[in-house]
T-cell receptor
Framework: DGGITQSPKYLFRKEGQNVTLSCEQN?????MYWYRQDPGQGLRLIYY???????QKGDIAEGYSVSREKKESFPLTVTSAQKNPTAFYLC???????????FGSGTRLTVV | RKEVEQDPGPFNVPEGATVAFNCTYS??????FFWYRQDCRKEPKLLMS???SGNEDGRFTAQLNRASQYISLLIRDSKLSDSATYLC?????????FGKGTRLHILP
């Protein structure tokens, strides 16, 4: 079955460490997105990519980095520069120019 | 003013009742509108798109009012399983904006 897979489901990070969240899709979708959701808040866009080897900053890109070396994969690195990284991170994909978001099941990141 | 606004709720509604909630958007250039459902600690899932003429999917009816810049979701004969947060989503050009969601609790 086609879908979008995020891993790990839960991630604990020590302060000062970089961590990478995985997002893989086998839907042949062109576009991929990373969102952050805090309790009681809406989704905020971190980065998005519409084609391989290209990506754009979203509304809250500071402290994050991404790569898009393959169409299927869009990993997100949460760097030590991100001051408040504890949140629920959601990856999504869609067919370019057509709305049809498919979300992964999310990664809960906690700084300890 | 936020581009997409929703009443956060919670709406506490007895099972079997009808409930409706709205979402307002500020940019008249917004092109597409959607309702997503998000269960606690889960990812959002598309509930339905919202068309200008209004559309229905079983117990759910969505409406768009471009003049007043709001969309609505009506749920008839509510079930316990309808308890969730409902996110309003607005698309403008290549930008997609999520509302913060309205929490709905269906009471037995």
């Amino acid at each position: 079955d086609g879908g979008i897979t995020q891993s790990p489901k839960y991630l604990f990070r020590k302060e000062g460490q970089n961590v990478t969240l995985s997002c893989e899709q086998n839907l042949n979708h062109d576009a991929m997105y990373w969102y952050r959701q805090d309790p009681g808040q809406g989704l905020r866009l971190i980065y998005y990519s519409q084609i391989v080897n290209d990506f754009q900053k979203g509304d809250i890109a500071e402290g994050y980095s991404v790569s898009r070396e393959k169409k299927e994969s869009f990993p997100l690195t949460v760097t030590s520069a991100q001051k408040n990284p504890t949140a629920f991170y959601l990856c999504a994909s869609s067919i370019l120019d057509r709305y049809g978001y498919t979300f992964g099941s999310g990664t809960r990141l906690t700084v300890v | 003013r936020k581009e997409v606004e929703q009443d956060p709720g919670p709406f506490n509604v007895p099972e079997g009742a009808t409930v409706a909630f709205n979402c307002t958007y500020s940019n008249s250039a917004s092109q597409s509108f959607f309702w997503y459902r998000q269960d606690c600690r889960k990812e959002p899932k598309l509930l339905m798109s919202v068309y200008s003429s209004g559309n229905e999917d079983g117990r759910f009816t969505a409406q768009l009012n471009r003049a007043s810049q709001y969309i609505s979701l009506l749920i008839r004969d509510s079930k316990l399983s309808d308890s969730a947060t409902y996110l309003c989503v607005v698309k403008r050009d290549d930008k997609i904006i999520f509302g913060k969601g309205t929490r709905l609790h269906i009471l037995p």
